[in-house]
């Protein structure tokens, strides 16, 4: 039975239309996040990559961003590709040999002749039958040409994005390896205004980091192979360090309260991007952080009772905290293991 036409046509536009609407949501317009096609095929391939590897972290599971952007620019080139074959089969006579020869192309021939104008290559050795098609080869190459110039840009701005992440995690790790850790470390016996000039830093390039991952959600499937270089440990570690500041420190000895406002804010404002990548808040919440290390070092906290209902009202947040982390492969728990890790230089598996 042979196919009318137009269900070649409906069926090529309708692919066509998807594509650079995906292609253009996804490179072109940063507030709106991934497209929806290649936000669920980041989501699909990272469960399928979560499922066969089961929680291992370190090298196989850090294969799995790159291997997302590979596909997502597949799926763009394969939907280009059979969009035009089928938009071309609505003719008749569809293509003839270029040396004059009379005949329909067979459906082999089609894919050479559209992959050949797709990738700006000629039109080979076929030539379609008809201006209105030829236009068509003209509009298929101009495509393919976008396409691919779009998709470059599109994964050296992501490769460009990790490496930021990457960059503002081992500097968080740098000034300690739990959040108790770097809180004493900004200790100086007095007072915590060390940290107002480090904090500060932290949150604008925080904030970069935000925008980055909001314009390119598929960075969240960027797994590093070690947990001082992972992006989500990183944030949370640095924010429950905020957050026994905040909860658990005399206010006469916690950093300015403007330089507080714009370390949390520029967290929160990460957690509002998570949504992006399919991540939601993990049950139970963590345990708290240990105030007692700070009472130790000679720091005046609050009392333990309050501390523990000031971290209470902060339930949703930290949830939402380890489940970025678990979602990147790690656990919470890992974060009492990063400084073996920093010592020791390797990844952890």
Excluded at 51 to 63: M, P
Excluded at 190 to 198: A, C, H, I, M, N
């Amino acid at each position: 039975m042979e196919v009318p036409g137009w269900l070649w046509a409906g069926l090529g536009l309708g692919l066509l239309v998807g594509a650079m609407l995906d292609l253009f949501w996804t490179t072109l317009w940063q507030d709106g996040g991934a497209g929806p096609l290649t936000t669920r095929l980041g989501a699909g391939l990272w469960w399928l990559g979560r499922s066969a590897l089961g929680k291992l972290a370190g090298v196989r599971l850090s294969l799995m961003g790159p291997f997302i952007l590979l596909a997502t620019v597949m799926m763009w080139m394969t939907m280009f590709w059979l969009a035009w074959v089928f938009l071309l089969s609505a003719s008749p006579v569809l293509l003839a040999p270029a040396f004059g020869e009379d005949g329909v192309a067979s459906w082999p021939e089609r894919f050479y002749y559209v992959g050949s104008a797709f990738f700006t290559l000629g039109n080979g050795d076929y030539q379609t039958a008809g201006e209105f098609w030829q236009i068509s080869s003209v509009l298929c190459a101009g495509s393919g040409m976008l396409m691919i110039t779009l998709s470059i840009s599109y994964v050296i701005a992501v490769l460009s994005a990790v490496v930021t992440r990457r960059r503002l995690a081992t500097q968080i790790f740098a000034i300690g390896s739990t959040p108790e850790q770097w809180v004493l470390n900004a200790w100086d016996g007095e007072s915590l205004s060390g940290s107002d000039g480090v904090l500060p830093a932290i949150a604008e390039l925080l904030t970069e980091v935000t925008e980055q991952q909001l314009a390119y959600p598929v960075v969240h499937y960027y797994h590093a192979d070690a947990p001082y270089k992972a992006m989500p440990m990183a944030v949370a570690m640095f924010d429950e360090g905020l957050t026994l500041i905040e909860c658990g420190v005399e206010e006469s000895c916690r950093p300015g309260r403007l330089t507080m406002l714009l370390a949390r804010n520029s967290v929160q404002r990460y957690l509002s991007t998570l949504r992006e990548g399919w991540i939601s808040p993990e049950k139970p919440m963590p345990e708290f952080p240990n105030l007692g290390e700070l009472r130790e070092s000679g720091m005046a906290t609050l009392d333990e009772v309050f501390y523990e209902a000031q971290v209470h009202q902060l339930e949703r947040r930290r949830k939402m905290l380890r489940g970025a982390v678990e979602h990147d492969g790690w656990e919470w728990d890992d974060l009492g293991r990063v400084g073996r890790s920093v010592a020791g230089g390797g990844a952890t598996e």
